[in-house]
């Protein structure tokens, strides 16, 4: 972007799909992937005469992401009607919260890359998800032209997620929504999966002149399915603001729609189309109300959360901040990491190392959000073990973790097996550094001439001579003294 006068001023809010056996306001189950309207009831088909029960999992979900994002838990909260016609909403109107959500006033602090920043939330509310409906179809009997609806995912549970509008750039909306998917994973209320539409995404931007006090005209974009896309998009967004006010234009309110395609964001409506959804408090639903006991025992039941859990890495452990960011990047990883560090106390970086290198690299991003390990956390202490104590070196161990992988058996059995042994035996290594130097008269002579350099092969040939299991501190010793010694 050119330097301009202008700042970008960012809000999100973000949808998420809440891990409930069944759906909001009926026993439906929440099922991804089934037959077209199988998991469907009279309730969340919108029949009249229906009455809706909520969903007490749901509720606890809920408050698990509204602590882990500091908010205050309303003791009453209202489900209202937010009153719209769609095919894929067959009540005519959503459950959602409106005047009185079930949580408010949170932060979210983001990484402390340069300075640290909190980003207020206004309010994480509940609300059920609409139906699909589906234009594109692998049948042969539907005609072309035909739209057909899925209602499978009306009343699947959801929370929105309202920020205030304390983001500054496309990366800092960004981390912002790595740091809450982390979060909502964190606590075990959400997949948080965006590409599967668990996330989801609206970011409000508007720009204003560098230090103004009030806002500038904002614009919603919608449509946002991909992080990367999020970041495109309001990149895109800020530069079509700023370009058309510095062209003596002025924005209108409106909300956009951003095409993966292009990059950029088209008009879907502008205000005045907007809808009025004339809220009113669901009469079938009475106040939520949340009493103390039910939120101390959700509190009870919180896990320590990512940003503590690192600062005690830290602290406990000496890890590097950055170092102990990564381990905590999903809450199975972290597990992994700390039952090493019991299997095996007396290395904590080296385990750090070996998972944050080692493993991580033969992992995809699923694998590390979900914890799917490659090897036992005991299999890493065990073969850290053995490189401290001297049994086999730091290459033979990379070099044994594909077996170890593969085969999923006991390092020390491994090591036996396969002859990795490291040599430390000062005779049977002097033996071998002897020999290397008898072989070798000329680049010996020439060692001693002056041309140094040629240590290292040397140490090359030596290792070679123990089939690479010399241990290298001693090689380097004894060629030394061999070399140098006469
Ligand atoms: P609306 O009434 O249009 O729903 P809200 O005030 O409820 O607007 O805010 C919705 C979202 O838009 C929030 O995430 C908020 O932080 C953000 N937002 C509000 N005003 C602005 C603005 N001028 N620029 C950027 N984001 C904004
Ligand atoms: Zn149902
Ligand atoms: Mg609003």
Request: hydrophobic letters at 40%; a negative charge.
């Amino acid at each position: 972007m050119p330097a301009s006068d202008f700042e970008p001023v960012i809000g999100l809010e973000v949808h998420c799909q809440l891990k409930t056996k069944s759906k909001a306001f009926c026993a439906c189950p929440v099922v991804f992937g089934a037959p077209p309207n199988t998991a469907v009831c009279p309730v969340c088909l919108g029949y009249p005469g229906v009455l809706p029960a909520v969903n007490r999992e749901m509720v606890t979900l809920a408050m698990r992401v509204a602590l882990a994002t500091g908010c205050t838990i309303e003791e009453k909260s209202v489900f209202a009607r937010k009153n719209y016609f769609y095919p894929d909403l067959p009540k005519g109107y959503q459950i959602s919260q409106y005047a009185r959500p079930l949580a408010t006033r949170g932060a979210v602090a983001l990484r402390a890359d340069g300075s640290p920043k909190s980003v207020r939330l206004n309010r994480v509310h509940l609300e059920e998800d609409a139906g699909k409906s589906m234009h594109d179809f692998p049948w042969q009997d539907v005609p072309t032209g035909v739209s057909l609806v899925d209602l499978n995912r009306a009343g699947t549970p959801l929370i929105e997620i309202v920020s205030e509008p304390d983001l500054s750039s496309a990366e800092e909306a960004y981390e912002y929504l790595v740091l809450l998917r982390r979060l909502v994973r964190w606590v075990d209320a959400s997949d948080g999966n965006m590409e599967e539409g668990s996330l989801r995404c609206d970011a409000n931007v508007s720009v204003r002149k560098k230090g103004a006090a009030g806002l500038g005209t904002k614009v919603e974009i919608k449509n946002l399915n991909s992080f990367a896309h999020v970041k495109k998009a309001i990149e895109h967004e800020i530069e079509r603001q700023v370009s058309a006010l510095e062209a003596g234009q002025t924005l209108v309110q409106e909300t956009r729609l951003y095409e993966p395609a292009t990059g950029a964001t088209k008009t879907m409506r502008s205000k005045e189309e907007s809808m009025d959804y004339r809220y009113f408090p669901d009469p079938d639903l009475g106040a939520l109300v949340v009493d103390a006991a039910w939120k101390a025992d959700v509190a009870a039941a919180m896990p320590e959360l990512p940003q503590a859990r690192a600062a005690r890495l830290v602290s406990a452990f000496g890890l590097p901040a950055a170092d102990a960011d990564l381990v905590c990047l999903s809450r199975p990883l972290a597990d992994f990491y700390e039952a090493a560090v019991a299997a095996y106390p007396k290395n904590p970086k080296a385990l750090a190392n070996w998972l944050l290198s080692e493993l991580l690299a033969r992992m995809s991003d699923a694998d590390r959000h979900a914890g799917r390990m490659p090897v036992a956390p005991g299999t890493l202490a065990a073969l850290v073990a053995r490189i401290d104590d001297g049994t086999i070196s730091g290459k033979i161990a990379k070099e044994l973790l594909g077996d170890l992988i593969a085969t999923g058996r006991p390092v020390d059995d491994l090591v036996k097996e396969k002859g990795l042994v490291q040599i430390s035996d000062e005779g049977e290594i002097r033996d071998a550094v002897a020999a290397v130097l008898a072989d070798h008269p000329a680049q010996v002579a020439t060692f001693r001439g002056g041309k140094t350099a040629s240590f290292g092969w040397f140490v090359g040939q030596v290792m070679k001579a123990t089939g690479g299991k010399a241990n290298p501190e001693v090689v380097n010793r004894l060629l030394r003294e061999a070399l140098d010694g006469r």
